[in-house]
C-alpha cells in the first residue's frame, strides 16, 4: 500500500488542534551559527569537529534543561561566528552574545558560569530580541514550506535579529516561530500573523493565537498559561508568573500564577485527553495518532491577602 502524500500542518490545521502546551521545553538555550547545509540531524551531521561536539554534549548534559540550536542567515558568517547563550525564565530572561573567530573559541568558554548570570566571559548581553524560524527541511518538509516564507518575511522588518533554526520541535504547528529571550514558541505562523507576533513582542507583549507555550514551563503550565491569559486579558509578558504546580493524579494538574505584583492569584486546573482525531503527526509518519490536548477544568481567582475566591467551573 502506497504512503499517502500530505503535509502535517495541513492536517493539524484541518482538525484545528490545540497548539498549546507543545513548545519544547528548555531553560538554556545555546544557538550557535552554522551557516552550511543542515542534515536531518543538524548537529550530529555537521562538520563540526569531535572536540567541539564533546564540548557541546558535555556542556549540555551538564546544565538541566539545556538546549542547542543551530542557526544562519542566507549568507555565510560575516565577521566572525555567532553564539548566544539564552537564559529563558518568566522574568529577567537575558541572551548574552559571543563573535567568535572559529568554532574552537567554544572550548575556552564557561558557558555554566555564562548560563547562571555570574560572567559574561568575554561575551555581551544585548537588550534586542532574537526571532527564531525553523526552516529545517530536511527534518520535514513542512518546515521549508511554511518556515522559510516566515523568515523572509521578519527579517524584513526586523533585520538581522531574525535567524533560520534547525528542528525546534512540532514539524505538525510549522510555520514554527519562537521569541526569544523569554521563549515564547508559536505555532502556524504565517508572514503577517508573525509580524503581529514580533511587534507585540517588541512591546512586551504576548499574542494568544497561535500561542504553543512558554519554554521554561512544562506542558500543564504552558497550557494553563493560555487559559488563565485567556480568561483575565492579561498579556504583558512578565505580568503573570508561575507560583507552583501539584499534580492531582492521573493527567491533571492544579496550578497557580501570580499578577499585579503578587496580590492577585490565579488559580487553573488543567487536564490532559487524548485527542479525538487521529493525524500523521511528521511528514514521514507511517501511522495516524492522537495527540495530547489540554482543557481547562476550572479557574480561580484569588487575592493574595483573603481566602475569598470567584470561581469559574468549566465542564
Given at each position: 500500500m502506497?504512503?499517502?502524500?500530505?503535509?502535517?500542518?495541513?492536517?493539524?490545521?484541518?482538525?484545528a488542534?490545540?497548539?498549546?502546551?507543545?513548545?519544547?521545553?528548555?531553560?538554556?538555550?545555546?544557538l550557535?551559527?552554522?551557516?552550511?547545509?543542515?542534515?536531518?540531524?543538524?548537529?550530529?551531521?555537521?562538520?563540526?569537529?569531535?572536540?567541539?561536539?564533546?564540548?557541546?554534549q558535555?556542556?549540555?548534559?551538564?546544565?538541566p534543561?539545556s538546549?542547542?540550536?543551530?542557526?544562519?542567515?542566507?549568507?555565510?558568517?560575516?565577521?566572525?561566528?555567532?553564539?548566544?547563550?539564552?537564559?529563558?525564565?518568566?522574568?529577567?530572561?537575558?541572551?548574552?552574545?559571543?563573535?567568535?573567530?572559529?568554532?574552537?573559541?567554544?572550548?575556552?568558554?564557561?558557558?555554566?558560569?555564562?548560563?547562571?548570570?555570574?560572567?559574561?566571559?568575554?561575551?555581551?548581553?544585548?537588550?534586542?530580541?532574537?526571532?527564531?524560524?525553523?526552516?529545517?527541511?530536511?527534518?520535514?518538509?513542512?518546515?521549508?514550506?511554511?518556515?522559510?516564507?516566515?523568515?523572509?518575511?521578519?527579517?524584513?522588518?526586523?533585520?538581522?535579529?531574525?535567524?533560520?533554526?534547525?528542528?525546534?520541535?512540532?514539524?505538525?504547528?510549522?510555520?514554527?516561530?519562537?521569541?526569544?529571550?523569554?521563549?515564547?514558541?508559536?505555532?502556524?505562523?504565517?508572514?503577517?500573523?508573525?509580524r503581529?507576533?514580533?511587534?507585540?513582542?517588541?512591546?512586551?507583549?504576548?499574542?494568544?493565537?497561535?500561542?504553543?507555550?512558554?519554554?521554561?514551563?512544562?506542558?500543564?503550565?504552558?497550557?494553563?498559561?493560555?487559559?488563565?491569559?485567556?480568561?483575565?486579558?492579561?498579556?504583558?509578558?512578565?505580568?503573570?508568573?508561575?507560583?507552583?504546580?501539584?499534580?492531582?493524579?492521573?493527567?491533571?494538574?492544579?496550578?497557580?500564577?501570580?499578577?499585579?505584583?503578587?496580590?492577585?492569584?490565579?488559580?487553573?486546573?488543567?487536564?490532559?485527553?487524548?485527542?479525538?482525531?487521529?493525524?500523521?503527526?511528521?511528514?514521514?509518519?507511517?501511522?495516524?495518532?492522537?495527540?495530547?490536548?489540554?482543557?481547562?477544568?476550572?479557574?480561580?481567582?484569588?487575592?493574595?491577602?483573603?481566602?475569598?475566591?470567584?470561581?469559574?467551573?468549566?465542564?
Amino acid at each position: 500500500m502506497n504512503q499517502p502524500s500530505f503535509f502535517c500542518s495541513e492536517l493539524s490545521r484541518r482538525v484545528a488542534e490545540k497548539s498549546f502546551g507543545t513548545a519544547s521545553v528548555g531553560g538554556l538555550w545555546l544557538l550557535l551559527e552554522y551557516p552550511y547545509s543542515w542534515g536531518a540531524k543538524a548537529f550530529e551531521e555537521s562538520s563540526l569537529s569531535p572536540a567541539i561536539k564533546s564540548f557541546i554534549q558535555r556542556t549540555l548534559a551538564t546544565i538541566p534543561r539545556s538546549r542547542l540550536l543551530l542557526i544562519k542567515r542566507e549568507r555565510a558568517c560575516a565577521g566572525g561566528i555567532q553564539f548566544y547563550v539564552v537564559r529563558s525564565r518568566p522574568r529577567g530572561p537575558f541572551i548574552v552574545r559571543f563573535e567568535l573567530e572559529q568554532y574552537e573559541n567554544l572550548l575556552s568558554l564557561d558557558i555554566a558560569a555564562v548560563a547562571a548570570g555570574s560572567l559574561l566571559a568575554g561575551g555581551e548581553q544585548v537588550e534586542q530580541p532574537l526571532f527564531l524560524v525553523c526552516t529545517h527541511g530536511k527534518r520535514d518538509k513542512c518546515c521549508a514550506l511554511y518556515g522559510r516564507p516566515l523568515y523572509k518575511s521578519l527579517r524584513d522588518v526586523e533585520g538581522d535579529n531574525v535567524w533560520q533554526s534547525s528542528h525546534v520541535g512540532g514539524d505538525r504547528f510549522a510555520g514554527n516561530l519562537v521569541c526569544f529571550p523569554h521563549g515564547l514558541f508559536y505555532a502556524h505562523t504565517t508572514a503577517e500573523t508573525g509580524r503581529t507576533i514580533a511587534a507585540a513582542y517588541r512591546a512586551r507583549r504576548l499574542v494568544l493565537e497561535g500561542f504553543r507555550g512558554r519554554a521554561c514551563y512544562a506542558y500543564q503550565a504552558q497550557a494553563a498559561e493560555f487559559y488563565v491569559r485567556a480568561e483575565t486579558g492579561i498579556r504583558g509578558v512578565e505580568e503573570l508568573w508561575l507560583l507552583d504546580s501539584k499534580s492531582d493524579g492521573g493527567k491533571s494538574w492544579t496550578l497557580r500564577f501570580a499578577s499585579d505584583g503578587g496580590a492577585l492569584i490565579h488559580v487553573a486546573r488543567v487536564s490532559c485527553r487524548d485527542s479525538e482525531f487521529e493525524n500523521y503527526v511528521t511528514c514521514h509518519a507511517t501511522a495516524r495518532k492522537s495527540v495530547p490536548q489540554f482543557q481547562l477544568d476550572e479557574y480561580r481567582l484569588v487575592e493574595a491577602s483573603s481566602p475569598s475566591s470567584s470561581t469559574l467551573a468549566r465542564a
